[in-house]
């Protein structure tokens, strides 16, 4: 007998009314518990618990600056929720006073709630969340109009979201992983003088991994919101990078296109550009003669499969709340959405001037990578 778990697991819709609403549900409770775990990263209250081996909730009261009773309330949700631990219940009297529970955030979920460049970090997701829920009124009010929803419109918790969830795989797979698998660039980069060109840079955290890595080149981070340049600019000083690296607010199809690059990236922004074959042929005007271009994109579904597998569930969300309206709103010459398929960025790749297009064999569960050269 099919489960409705072995439903959801293999892709496949549920099979009666009953099915549905018990998906419904558990999508209900997980928004909300996402909604608490967002109180406890932009209150503070995961950091306060880090710091201590328990707190009850008039401590995390007074460590976070928060009233006692929020604490106690959001302390108890969080452990019933099993992100927190309440370690001496089994101890505890029925009639024992709740503000004396003592509470603690276990070490291996720090790693997921207060570390973040640890791989599984993930408390910049409900940042993400909450950007989104705020523009879908935006969203629905353009489904009525076809006008698009702008980037700016989403926030910054939504910018900070996006940046926080991509800044552990940039601080640990971008150098030793992705540029691992181009062997003879990593060697140019070496050289005093390489110039790196990031483009779609965000917050800068792709752009300052490659300027740590390679210290003696010249690297530049392009992107096309200016609260995101801001905070680049802010993160390089943090840094101590300022000096090495250079942030430049504008659009990558419009950019000068001077030669002499060695590596010009373009990492989960190509499927968000609004003339994306425009911003290639760019990136090509930018590379020296041995230069290369990296992509990093959505490792989407070779074609459209109904129902489909969990990442391509999470990629049409994604898509219809955020990507396609963002592109929109920029009078899109293209409107690839987060949908963005390998012969998708073969034919761009073409029509861009470059004469080779190649799926690089890099082992990621969410993004595909590819070589542009010639």
């Keep these: 007998m099919t489960t409705s778990g072995d439903r959801q697991g293999n892709g496949e819709v549920p099979g009666n ?42 401590e995390l009261a007074e ?21 927190l631990e309440a370690p001496d219940q089994a101890q505890e009297a029925e009639d024992a006073d709740p503000y004396r529970r003592r509470f603690r955030l276990p070490a291996e979920h720090r790693r997921v709630l207060t570390s973040p460049d640890d791989p599984l970090y993930l408390a910049a997701g409900p940042l993400f969340m909450l950007g989104i829920a705020e523009a879908v009124p935006h969203v629905l009010a353009a489904f009525r109009t076809g006008e698009g929803v702008p980037y700016a419109r989403y926030g910054r918790d939504s ?50 991994a490659m300027a740590e890595a390679f210290p ?18 802010a993160n390089a000083a943090e840094a101590g990078l300022a000096k090495q690296v250079e942030f430049s607010c504008g659009d990558a199809a419009l950019l000068s296109s001077a030669g002499g690059a060695e ?21 090509r005007g930018l590379l020296g003669p041995t230069g290369v271009v990296l992509i990093g994109d959505e490792k989407v579904e070779d074609r459209f499969t109904a129902p489909g597998p969990t990442m391509e569930r999470f990629n049409y969300a994604f898509s219809v709340l955020h990507c396609l309206p963002a592109t929109r709103a920029e009078n899109a010459q293209v409107e690839a959405g987060t949908i963005l398929r390998a012969d998708t960025v073969a034919a761009y790749a073409r029509e861009a001037g470059f004469a080779g297009c190649e799926v690089l064999d890099i082992d990621h569960d969410m993004w595909r990578f590819y070589r542009l050269g010639g």
């Design 63 to 83: 460590a976070a600056s928060i009233h006692p009773r929020y604490a106690r309330e959001w302390l108890e949700q969080q452990a019933v929720a099993g992100v």
């Design 159 to 208: 910018r900070e979201g996006i940046a926080g969830l991509n800044r552990p795989m940039f601080r640990n797979d971008l150098v030793r992983s992705w540029l691992g698998a181009l062997p003879d660039v990593l060697e140019r980069l070496a050289v005093p003088g390489a110039r790196i060109v990031d483009l779609g840079c965000g917050v800068g955290w792709s752009t300052l």
């Design 263 to 283: 590596l010009v990236t373009v990492f989960e922004a190509l499927h968000d550009m609004s003339d994306p074959v425009a911003a290639l042929k760019t990136a």
């Design 17 to 58: 009314a009953e099915e549905l609403a018990e998906e419904i549900f558990r999508g209900l409770l997980s928004t909300m518990e996402i909604f608490n775990i967002y109180v406890g990263v932009r209150g503070g209250l995961y950091e306060a618990l880090a710091a201590h081996d328990t707190l009850t909730p008039d």
């Design 216 to 233: 003696a080149a010249q690297v530049t981070g392009v992107d096309l919101d200016p609260a995101s340049i801001e905070q680049a600019l």
